[in-house]
C-alpha cells in the first residue's frame, strides 16, 4: 500500500529563519540507554506512553497499539533509510526524541511550553509536524499522513543531529520528501520516491501551467521566504519542484548526477563544503539561526561546485524531466 503526505504547505523549516538559541527541549530521559520498550508517560498535555526503539525515543498520547506499531516500525525503517543515504554506518550515541500527540489541542499546548518566541509560528502549521532543536513534534493526522510526515521529519531531525553542516532548503526538503512515499511490505516500510502522488500533482500543476520556478532562484529559496509572500501556491511549488530537482539528480540520465549528490550529502557529513569563513561558521553551528541570505549564497554554490556551473544546461534538462515526471 502505498501511503502519502498530504500538500497543505505549512511544515516548518520555517523555525530556520527563528532566531532563539537552540537549546534541547528538556529531556529527563535523553542520556539513557534503557532496553526497547514502553512505560506510562505523564504529562500535561494527555494520558501517555513512552516507548524506546534502537534509535528513536516516542513521547506519545496515542495509545491504539496497533497504531503504535506502525509509527514504531515506521521509525526504524526510516532510520534505515536515512543512513543509506550516507557513506558508512551512523549509530547514534543516543536516541531521537519525538513526540506525537493524538490531538491538535495537545500538541498546541506543547507547543506553547516549549518553543518560546517561535510558538505562534509553529501554531500555523495547518497540519501535522515540525522540527525544534532536535525534537520533532508531530500530531495525528490519520494513520497514513502521520507516519509521511514522520518519515519527512525525521530526516530533518537526523540531518540536524549527524551531519556536520546544516543543509540548504532545496536539498534539505528535497531529500526529505524522498521519504514521504511509502509502501508498506511484509517487513515493515519501505520508501519510494515515485510513490509520492502529492508532490507529483503540485509538480505538474507548475509544469502545465508553464510556471517551474527557475533554477537559480529554486536553489536560492527559503521556504520562510516564499511563504512571506503568499500562502498557498508558492510553497507548494517550492516544495514540489525540490522533490524533482532530487530526483533528477538521483535518477536523469541513468544516474549522471546521483554521485555529484552523494558527494555533496557526504561532504557536508564530515564537514568538507570548502565555503567561506563566515558561511562555513554558520554551517556548522546549529546555535546560530540560517539566515536567508546564507541560504541564498550556499544553496546556489553548492549545486555550482558539486553538480555543474552550467546553471542553462542543467535547467533545460531538469525541466525536460519535470515533464517526463508528470507525464507518466
Ligand atoms: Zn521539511
Partial sequence: MIIGLACTGLELSLLEECALARNRIDDPVARSRVPCGEENWSSPYGSGRRWETPHYRLYTTILDPDRLNEVILLL??????????????????????????????????????????????????????????????????????????LAHEGWHQFTSRHLAFRLPSWLDEGMAMMFEGIIRTEEGFRFSAAANACRLDSLSKAVVSNRLISLPTLLAASPGE?????????????????????????????????????KLLADGLWGRWPLDPPSLAMAADRNVPKTLEWNRLVGPWLFRYYVTDDLDEIESQYRAFCARLVAR
Fill in 76 to 149: 526504524e525503517s526510516a532510520h534505515r533509510a536515512y543512513s543509506v543515504q550516507l557513506p558508512g554506518r551512523i549509530e547514534p550515541l543516543t536516541r531521537s526524541t519525538i513526540y506525537l500527540f493524538s490531538i491538535r489541542s495537545q500538541w498546541e499546548a506543547f507547543t506553547r511550553d516549549h518553543t518560546g518566541p517561535c510558538a505562534e509560528m509553529f501554531l500555523k502549521i495547518q497540519e501535522g509536524a515540525y522540527c525544534f532543536n532536535g525534537s520533532c513534534i508531530v500530531y495525528d493526522i490519520g494513520p497514513e499522513r502521520t507516519l509521511a510526515a
Fill in 226 to 262: 516564499v511563504l512571506a509572500t503568499d500562502h498557498s501556491e508558492p510553497i507548494q511549488a517550492f516544495y514540489s519542484e525540490s522533490y524533482a530537482l532530487v530526483r533528477f539528480l538521483l535518477e536523469a540520465d541513468r544516474g549522471l548526477y546521483e554521485p555529484d549528490l552523494r
